[in-house]
Nanobody, 129 residues
Framework: QVQLVESGGGSVQAGGSLTLSCAAS????????LGWFRQAPGKEREGVAT????????FYADSVKGRFTISRDNAKNTLYLQMNSLKPEDTAMYFC??????????????????????WGQGTQVTVSS
């Protein structure tokens, strides 16, 4: 099983930046789709960004494109989300997740929560205006 440990959440003023980290352990070597999701109160869980660690192909939600950057350090089994120009609507609990299967290294990792069975504990991001 994959274990995920998140860090980096907090409170920030609109326009500020935060970097989230997610350290993966266990059989993470066999999972090449990693992603960041967020969920605000009363809303469905939303895919924010994903990466295929095999070849680096990324996905970004339209709402964060150009502001957020997903990256990974394969040697350290660590996933990052650099968040710039934060907006109040970015306020949510952020989760990192790992897929339960491998896909071809060149494939896009879809932002669909149900294909990611492994989740971190969540880290709160609050953006104030």
């Amino acid at each position: 099983q994959v274990q995920l440990v998140e860090s980096g959440g907090g409170s920030v003023q609109a326009g500020g930046s935060l970097t989230l980290s997610c350290a993966a352990s266990g059989k993470s070597y066999s999972r090449n789709c990693l992603g960041w999701f967020r969920q605000a109160p009363g809303k469905e869980r939303e895919g924010v960004a994903t990466v295929n660690t095999g070849a680096g192909r990324t996905f970004y939600a339209d709402s964060v494109k150009g502001r957020f950057t997903i990256s990974r350090d394969n040697a350290k089994n660590t996933l990052y989300l650099q968040m710039n120009s934060l907006k109040p609507e970015d306020t949510a609990m952020y989760f990192c997740a790992a897929a339960g299967f491998r896909v071809p290294d060149s494939d896009l990792c879809g932002p669909i929560p149900h294909i990611y069975p492994y989740w971190g504990q969540g880290t709160q991001v609050t953006v104030s205006s």
